[in-house]
């Protein structure tokens, strides 16, 4: 009887355990990808064990789905620490029971966190296509920036290179800290790459993630860029290559009341155009961009690209822009080389297939005379003479389209205050350590004398003074001296001090007036 009920309860045992296996993946996701995805994790002091481990289980369960491979995503690991250490690379873990048996047996590495040297090692070596064990070629390449948001560093420099090499920079923070710092290293939208979770709930953020990742390294997709006013730019991943068929882009405005993804282009898998006109163009199949051209300024525009194949079917893709606002000339007005009687004005955009001609308008402020002068079409820049110094103008810069329309700008520019030199300067020598001075400049907006005396190298070192004089005085008595004593005399204006005028007073026994100048 005890034998049948030992037996009784190992199969009620066996009944009861949990199943091993692991839950499905999410239907669409397993083949959807190719790319290399960096994990950049925070194992340093600042990071508890038990901070640690849900960090990897969380890493565990973003990837569970992804297939590995050459033709499908690599995925690494970095750690941070003192001396940060990449404890599996792109080539290491090629099956999902690989790469979840290396995430179970990482250790953390403890010390200070040096995130500064590993992005180092990101840049010149993981995320480098083409160095050894590095990112592939012509693939989309992914960090993932996992940290407490502890003392993250001076990362700012060093994220923005790697974005500029192409790198897709996304951030999840545990803590709650240092939020403009990574505000600014992920790449926009901020909304899609920027996250922050406690450390018990990081499974709510795992499909959003997981999903901006698929975005960025999705086998089939279709981007727009280098948009402007009237021509856009579609890129593809060539699906066709090595196939035989053509590609079929087409293109038009969506409808009234559809919906664009705005600012400059973006990624769709809409596969419409709305019914609306539209433009058809092939391409052929070895080829992964082509360019959009005659489009409308400031109008949302929807794009298709179906790849035509007799050897395999292909999904439609589409994608969603809108176009810039067109900038009519003038947008920008620059003053230059403003002189006494001369001031330069200088205008942008330069728009010589819209513009006529330029019409430029000015006059002095309050209520002077209207001058006027118009240049040609090419030109973004003209010199306006005979001005009046120290004066503030009204200038009005007029481009005249060949639409009919007229643009115009205008702004106040100040031409320089006429700052003549001193006229005279004469010192007579007044016993054996005084001179009088008498100089020569009194003209209208002057407004005082800055006069100063030192004494020579070969006499006392370093005796300087200084003293103001108002505007009217033209003469004044300097009083113990050194011997040698240079004397400098030079005009005050409203604006600016006039060149002044120097000379060196010498003492005798029979002192005689003299004017030498130097």
Known sequence: MESHMSVLWMLLCLLLRPSSTQNPAPEGVLNCCEGDVLFLLDSSGSVSSYEHSRMLSFLSELLLPFSLGEDQVRVGLLQVGTKPRLEFGFDTHTTQSGLQGALKNTKPLRGDTNTVEALRMVKEWVLRPGAADGARAGLPRVLVWLTDGVKPGDVVGPMAE??????????????????????????????????????DDMSIITEDLRNAIIEIIRAERINVRDVSTNTATLQWRPVLSGLTGFYEIRFGPVPTGGTGAGGTGGTGTSPSTGGSQYQRITQSADSSTTRLTGLKPDTTYTATLTPESNEQAFNTLSVTFTTKPEVLSPATVTISDSGPSSVRVSWGPVQPDSVTSYYIEYSALPRGKLNAVTVGRTQNST????????????????????????????????????????????????????????????????????????????????????????????????????????????????????????????????????????
């Open 383 to 518: 010199l306006l003479r005979d001005l009046q110094p120290d004066t503030t103008y009204l200038v009005t810069i007029t481009a005249r389209h060949a639409t009919g329309k007229e643009k115009a700008m205008s702004v106040k520019v100040c031409t320089q205050e006429v700052t003549p030199a001193l006229a005279d300067l004469q010192l007579t020598t007044v016993g054996s350590d005084s001179v009088q001075v008498d100089w020569k400049g009194s003209v209208a907006g002057l407004r005082g004398y800055w006069l100063t005396w030192e004494g020579q190298r070969n006499s006392i070192p370093d005796q300087r003074s200084s003293l103001y004089l108002p505007p009217d005085s033209l003469s004044t008595r300097l009083s113990h001296l050194p011997p040698s004593a240079r004397v400098c005399v030079s005009p005050i204006y409203r604006s600016a001090r006039g060149e002044g005028l120097c000379c060196t007073a010498q003492f005798h026994s029979d002192a005689l007036a003299y004017g030498y100048q130097s």
């Open 162 to 199: 790697l974005r500029d090499q192409g790198v897709a920079v996304l951030v999840v923070s545990t803590g709650h800290g240092n939020y403009l710092v990574l505000r600014e290293v992920v790449t926009p939208p901020v909304e899609d790459h920027l996250y922050f979770v406690d450390i």
